[in-house]
């Protein structure tokens, strides 16, 4: 008990004796204030004294009045759009009277209802009835009273006389009551813990400035006459030389055989560090605030912190929002129909940019928003021209109660268009190349492929067809920095005309830049991931597929992506340097042409090669996550290597081919092909276009 001892010995400022009206003006701007245990008076100024709360008011009043606030008109059932030319528009968001912005106002009418649980402004109106004006009033000076059996404001003038306002002219915000008229006065209800805050603040400075001397005994070897006053003079000079935090260091001089005796901190009181830490907890939970935001960072983590901030949000910001919404759309608008004012909160609920992005990219591809309001919820202007208001949705998404009704695509995506490549095929042969959606489904269906396993794979090359534009940028984007990279090696490699030096220089740079690679082809694999897993979980009758281990499996197939990328690109710079230098040719244009057949022609093979085993791949993950195996299903055109996999089975962990394996399937006229690699799923060769379904 000793610092509470300690602190309610602290000085008590009288509330009596008032000599004139100014003095009782000068109490009532103060608050009325109340004596707590700690003998602190505590009005909703001396309470801004202490930090905890003076950080805690300040926010919050910041936070409400730095929100945008609008009037708005319903539009249709559930729409709605901001109304510019409402009277109140300009008067809430701008400036509510010739003396305030509104920030200002909205700071002011909030630090009221915290510090006195209610905000008041007199509403001043036109002849027409037209709020033109919204001025505060101080909380401390007006009554509510009942007369005639309607609700009036009483309050005194600054000129000094009374007035009296009827309940339509008042802006009357209330915080938690017990009437639901008038709110509680927060300082009056934290009285003591706000009391023990200044307290143990008033001891700890009076401690610190009485130099840490305060515990001094000074002991004399001989008797003093009580009525010489010698004692008191002793004590004096003691204090006027040692006294204060200046002169705590100054040595000691001692007479007459005196001794000093200088006694610790007793324990209970050192323990008022401990306790001022306590208070700003306390004052937190009056408030409803996370203590990291009265700057107590004790308790909050990386892994918290965005959370914590979510339910200062939710939990302390929101609910003053609405009561400031409800009661402007009461008093200002009378609750019009189809206009109300509202609060634009979003602002506060940004995560961060990753979490942000993954959030609109899935509101954006499911068709919620479009590119232009994207832009504008990152503060960017919109597109120019009509391309951002364009709404995307998945091409694999129909009516539930239409599926069984299959409709055909206009094209494979999967193949050129072989009119144009100026062939002398036949109709026949034409149809063996390339077959539009219904021709596909009769060819899978004639095959013995079930309706439902054939509807899963037109979706998919749906979905494809979709993607292999996006995987054509992704690799022109990465031409686009081979071309300057390579090029640059190769004109110093080959001063030389030193192949060694370039193949080493050239696996260095890709090295270096392969998560530049990655990261061109990272956003589109994933995306093109989650539009192929629900199809293949429709196909197989899944509820659901572990998104972790879906989550890891793409990043690996990412990966897998880029080094195939980068070996290939690799492996045939080499190679034409290689085959220059040997034909005496030279070998820097050898590279620069190859880099220009690139551009040409790899944009197209690339695309044509990701999206078959994207589509594969993808939705044998969910075959093998939900139990089942996988079967190959050959497509369109004849090839003697596919058809001879056509309708073979594996399971997880099994491939199709295995690396090291001389293929040479019956009617095969090109020679055996040798397996690198281990397949699993299609694509089988370069320009491979088979599938895979559920077996």
């Not at 509470?4 to 400022?13: E, T």
């Not at 008229?181 to 603040?201: C, H, I, N």
């Not at 001794?259 to 306390?282: G, M, S, W, Y």
């Not at 940028?473 to 640059?488: D, N, S």
Request: proline share 4%.
């Amino acid at each position: 008990m000793g610092i509470i001892k300690n602190i309610r010995l602290g000085r008590k400022v009288s509330r009596a004796g008032f000599q004139s009206v100014a003095d009782i003006d000068q109490l009532i701007e103060r608050g009325w204030g109340e004596t707590s245990f700690t003998g602190s008076d505590i009005s909703g100024d001396t309470a801004m004294n202490l930090s905890a709360v003076f950080c805690a008011v300040n926010i919050i009043s910041q936070t409400v009045a730095s929100l945008p606030l609008f009037v708005y008109r319903r539009v249709g059932e559930i729409g709605k759009k901001r109304f510019p030319n409402h009277p109140l528009f300009k008067l809430l968001h701008n400036q509510p009277n010739p003396e305030m912005t509104s920030f200002a106002f909205r700071e002011t009418m909030q630090s009221h209802l915290l510090l006195w649980g209610n905000a008041y402004a007199q509403i001043v109106r036109n002849g027409m009835g037209q709020v033109i004006a919204l001025w505060p009033i101080n909380p401390t000076a007006i009554k509510i009273e009942r007369e005639a059996g309607q609700i009036v404001y009483k309050y005194r003038g600054a000129d000094g006389q009374n007035v009296t306002l009827s309940a339509d002219k008042v802006l009357h915000i209330p915080g938690l009551g017990f009437n639901g008229r008038t709110g509680y006065s927060v300082v009056k209800k934290a009285k003591q813990s706000m009391g023990l805050g200044l307290g143990t603040e008033e001891f700890g400075a009076r401690f610190f400035g009485d130099g840490a001397n305060s515990e001094i005994i000074l002991k004399h070897p001989g008797r003093f006459d009580s009525k010489s006053g010698a004692p008191e003079r002793m004590r004096n000079q003691f204090a006027e030389n040692y006294g204060g935090l200046s002169k705590s260091h100054k040595p000691l001089i001692l007479e007459e055989g005196m001794e000093i005796e200088r006694l610790t901190i007793p324990p209970d009181d050192a323990q008022f560090l401990q306790t001022r830490k306590f208070q700003v907890e306390e004052i937190a939970r009056w408030f409803n605030m996370p203590p990291h935001k009265l700057k107590d960072l004790e308790r909050a983590t990386f892994s918290n912190i965005e959370e914590q901030q979510l339910e200062f949000v939710t939990d302390c910001i929101r609910p003053w929002l609405v009561r400031w919404e409800q009661s402007l759309c009461w008093k200002l608008l009378d609750w019009q129909d189809g206009v109300f004012v509202e609060y634009l909160i979003e602002g506060l609920l940004r995560g961060n940019i990753k979490d942000r992005y993954e959030a609109y990219q899935l509101a954006r591809m499911n068709g919620i928003i479009n590119a232009d309001e994207w832009r504008g919820l990152e503060n960017m202007n919109p597109q120019e021209g009509e391309q951002g208001k364009i709404y995307l949705v998945p091409l694999n998404m129909q009516d539930a109660s239409k599926i069984n009704e299959i409709k055909p695509v206009a094209s494979n995506p999967f193949e050129g268009n072989d009119e144009e490549e100026g062939g002398d095929e036949e109709e026949g042969d034409k149809e063996e190349k390339s077959l539009d959606g219904a021709k596909l489904i009769t060819r899978l269906l004639e095959r013995g492929i079930e309706k439902r396993a054939a509807a899963s794979i037109q979706s998919r090359r749906r979905v494809a067809s979709r993607y292999k534009p996006l995987f054509e940028l992704a690799t022109r984007q990465i031409l686009e920095k081979e071309r300057k990279g390579v090029m640059t090696i190769a004109k110093k490699a080959f001063n030389e005309r030193d192949v060694t030096d370039f193949s080493k220089k050239t696996y260095d740079w890709y090295e270096k830049n392969k998560p530049t690679i990655r990261k061109a082809f990272a956003g589109v694999v994933t995306s093109y991931a989650n539009d192929i897993k629900p199809i293949a979980m429709e196909e197989v009758g899944a509820t659901e597929v572990d998104t972790n281990r879906l989550d890891t499996y793409v990043n690996e197939y990412v990966d897998k992506v880029s080094n195939r990328y980068a070996a290939s690109s690799r492996g045939q710079l080499v190679s034409v340097a290689r085959k220059a230098i040997e034909a005496e040719r030279d070998p820097i244009e050898a590279v620069e042409a190859r880099i220009a057949d690139w551009e040409l022609k790899r944009p197209d093979k690339v695309s044509n090669r990701e999206i078959v085993n994207g589509e594969c791949a993808f939705a044998q993950f969910v075959y093998f996550e939900s139990g089942f195996e996988t079967r190959w299903v050959t497509m369109g055109k004849s090839c003697p290597y596919c058809d001879s996999l056509n309708g073979i089975v594996i399971s997880r962990g099994g491939s199709f081919l295995s690396a090291g394996t001389a293929w040479e399937p019956e009617g095969a006229t090109h020679g055996p092909m040798v397996i690198s690699t281990n397949i699993s799923h299609p694509a089988a060769h370069s320009g491979c276009d088979c599938s895979v379904m559920a077996g």
